[in-house]
Antibody, heavy 120, light 108 residues
Framework: QVQLVQSGASVKKPGSAVKVSCKAS????????INWVRQAPGQRLEWMGV????????NYAPKFQGKVTITADKSTSTAYMDLSSLGSEDTAVYYC?????????????WGQGTQVTVSS | EIVLTQSPATLSLSPGERATLSCRAS??????LAWYQQKPGQAPRLLIY???KRAPGIPARFSGSGSGTDFTLTISRLEPEDFAVYFC??????????FGQGTRLDIK
C-alpha cells in the first residue's frame, strides 16, 4: 500500500510558476507510474501527464505540453510537477496519483491534493 | 480526445435502494474504463477498473459493466457512506486519459 503525501497549498501571482511535490512511502516507488491530475472548481478532473520513475521519462497531455514539467527523484521517492506561466485558469486542486505498472491500470493511490490559487 | 459523458448529473436515492450510473464514450474505449468515488475534501478512490473488476477492498455491492462506448456502475444497496460524486475515466490510449464530468449521488 503506497501513501502519497503532497506539498502544501500555495498562492501565486499570474505569470509565475509553481512546483508541487509528491512523496511516496510504504511501497516501491519504481513499481508505479505517477500521474498528475487537476480539479478546477466546477470542472471535471483533468489528466496532465505521467512519469515512470524507473525510466525517468515523462509524457504529457497535449493541452499541457510546454506548460508542465514532471520529474521524479528515485533517491527520495518523490515526484514533482512544475507548472509555468500561471493564469487564473490554473487555480485548482492538483493531485498526484499512482498507477501500479503491473496492476489494475487505474489510479490506485492518490495524494491528498494541493490547492494552487492564482491571484494578483 | 475521447469525451466521456455521464448521466444523470444528479441522482437522489434513499439508503437501501439500487443506484445505476451511466458513462458514455465518444468512441470505443474497449474495456479500458475505471470508476472512482470522491467525497467532499477527499481525493478520488478507485472502485472499478477494466470496466467490471473491483479494486482491492471495494465492497461487492459495487459492480461495473459495459464495453465499447456504454458503461454502467451499479450500487446494489446504498449504504449511507456511498453518497458521493462518481467519475468514470478512460485510458484507451494511456497518453490521453480523460474523465467524465461526474454524477452526484444525493440522499433523498
Amino acid at each position: 500500500q503506497v501513501q502519497l503525501v503532497q506539498s502544501g497549498a500555495s498562492v501565486k501571482k499570474p505569470g509565475s510558476a509553481v512546483k508541487v511535490s509528491c512523496k511516496a512511502s510504504g511501497g516501491s516507488f519504481i513499481s508505479y507510474a505517477i500521474n498528475w491530475v487537476r480539479q478546477a472548481p466546477g470542472q471535471r478532473l483533468e489528466w496532465m501527464g505521467v512519469i515512470m520513475p524507473i525510466f525517468g521519462a515523462a509524457n504529457y497531455a497535449p493541452k499541457f505540453q510546454g506548460k508542465v514539467t514532471i520529474t521524479a527523484d528515485k533517491s527520495t521517492s518523490t515526484a514533482y510537477m512544475d507548472l509555468s506561466s500561471l493564469g487564473s485558469e490554473d487555480t485548482a486542486v492538483y493531485y498526484c496519483a499512482a498507477a501500479a505498472v503491473a496492476g489494475t491500470g487505474g489510479f490506485d493511490f492518490w495524494g491528498q491534493g494541493t490547492q494552487v490559487t492564482v491571484s494578483s | 480526445e475521447i469525451v466521456l459523458t455521464q448521466s444523470p448529473a444528479t441522482l437522489s436515492l434513499s439508503p437501501g435502494e439500487r443506484a445505476t450510473l451511466s458513462c458514455r464514450a465518444s468512441q470505443s474505449v474497449r474495456s479500458s474504463l475505471a470508476w472512482y468515488q470522491q467525497k467532499p475534501g477527499q481525493a478520488p478512490r478507485l472502485l472499478i477498473y477494466d470496466a467490471s473488476k473491483r479494486a482491492p477492498g471495494i465492497p461487492a455491492r459495487f459492480s461495473g459493466s459495459g464495453s465499447g462506448t456504454d458503461f454502467t456502475l451499479t450500487i446494489s444497496r446504498l449504504e449511507p457512506e456511498d453518497f458521493a460524486v462518481y467519475f468514470c475515466q478512460q485510458r484507451n490510449n494511456w497518453l490521453s486519459i480523460t474523465f467524465g464530468q461526474g454524477t452526484r449521488l444525493d440522499i433523498k
